[in-house]
């Protein structure tokens, strides 16, 4: 099985890619670009890990690199201290979307629960928010068909915005 430091160089182009759409997104004055999310991820998948196919590097990039924008805002929240404002609801119909920190961290929590009962799910949803996969792409990292992935993505949706709703309430 190969390791990240073997893979990186396959995948590095595309990761890259999704990286720099998702970095797209952020604010303006945001911090991190494409190649430091990329790199940052990478660091994060460690070089003793290997991974059975093309498909499982990018699940497990999809999420480092999540983790990595989460604990970026994170940090730049802690840094303003004024992370008690309240929130506004938050566009789940419109994922992949440009969020504040505050909408962010409020995504991780609701996607971490959903990842209790619902694992495939929330990794749709990751592969789609977070790496910035089409549906197809994203389907075919889960190895699901499209239709599977587009029924998967609106129960999601759908159990994302029940939970949002309830933390806002």
């Known amino acids: 099985m190969p390791s990240p430091a073997e893979l990186l160089p396959q995948v590095y182009a595309e990761l890259r890619r999704l990286a720099g759409a998702k970095v797209r997104h952020e604010p303006a004055g945001h911090s991190l670009d494409a190649t430091a999310l990329v790199h940052e991820a990478f660091v994060r998948l460690g070089g003793?890990?290997?991974?059975?196919?093309?498909?499982?590097?990018?699940?497990?990039?999809?999420?480092?690199?999540?983790?990595?924008?989460?604990?970026?805002?994170?940090?730049?929240?802690?840094?303003?201290?004024?992370?008690?404002?309240?929130?506004?609801?938050?566009?789940?119909?419109?994922?992949?979307?440009?969020?504040?920190?505050?909408?962010?961290?409020?995504?991780?929590?609701?996607?971490?629960?959903l990842a209790d009962t619902h694992p495939p799910h929330a990794e749709l949803v990751s592969l789609r928010f977070f790496a910035g996969l089409t549906m197809d792409e994203a389907a075919d990292a889960l190895g699901v068909s499209p239709a599977t992935a587009d029924r998967m993505w609106a129960y999601a949706r759908a159990r994302l915005k029940v939970a949002l709703d309830a933390d806002r309430g």
Not at 51 to 66: C, E, I, K, Q, S
Not at 88 to 108: E, G, N
């Open 48 to 113: 003793e890990r290997a991974f059975a196919t093309r498909n499982d590097f990018l699940r497990a990039a999809a999420v480092a690199m999540r983790r990595v924008l989460i604990d970026h805002a994170r940090a730049k929240q802690a840094d303003k201290r004024g992370g008690g404002a309240a929130r506004d609801p938050l566009p789940i119909d419109l994922l992949p979307a440009r969020l504040p920190d505050d909408q962010l961290f409020a995504l991780t929590d609701a996607l971490d629960r």
